[in-house]
C-alpha cells in the first residue's frame, strides 16, 4: 500500500518562507509526477505546483516567482519552497503523486493527509 506523509508547516507570519517535504513509501514501480494542492476552509482544492519525473513544472498564476517545487525521484520525495508567504496562502496543503505500483498497473493518484500552513502575525 502507498502512503504519502507530509511534513514542514507550521505558522509563519506574512512575508516569511516555509519548506514542505512529502516522502512516499511502500509499493511502488514508478513514479510519473508528485505536486502539491491546498484546500483553505470552505474552499475547493486547487493545484499549487507539480513536477513530472521529466522535470517539467507547472504552478498556480498566484504563486508563481515566489512558491519552488523540486523532488527526489530516487527517494520518493519532492518539496515546495514557499517564500514572501501571504495571508491567502494559509490551507491545508496536500501532497499528491501519480504512480504505479507495478509494471503492469495503471497510474493512479495518491494523497497524503496533509498539513496546516498557517500565516498570520
Known amino acids: 500500500q502507498v502512503q504519502l506523509v507530509e511534513s514542514g508547516g507550521g505558522l509563519v507570519q506574512p512575508g516569511g518562507s516555509l519548506r514542505l517535504s512529502c516522502a512516499a513509501s511502500g509499493i511502488i514501480f514508478s513514479i510519473n509526477a508528485m505536486g502539491w494542492y491546498r484546500q483553505a476552509p470552505g474552499k475547493q482544492r486547487e493545484m499549487v505546483a507539480t513536477i513530472t519525473s521529466g522535470g517539467s513544472t507547472n504552478y498556480a498564476d498566484s504563486v508563481k516567482g515566489r512558491f519552488t517545487i523540486s523532488s527526489d525521484f530516487a527517494k520518493n520525495t519532492v518539496y515546495l519552497h514557499m517564500s514572501s508567504l501571504k495571508p491567502g496562502d494559509a490551507a491545508v496543503y496536500y501532497c499528491?503523486?501519480?504512480?504505479?505500483?507495478?509494471?503492469?498497473?495503471?497510474?493512479?493518484?495518491?494523497w497524503g493527509q496533509g498539513t496546516q500552513v498557517t500565516v498570520s502575525s
Open positions: 499528491n503523486a501519480d504512480l504505479r505500483t507495478y509494471y503492469y498497473s495503471p497510474q493512479r493518484n495518491y
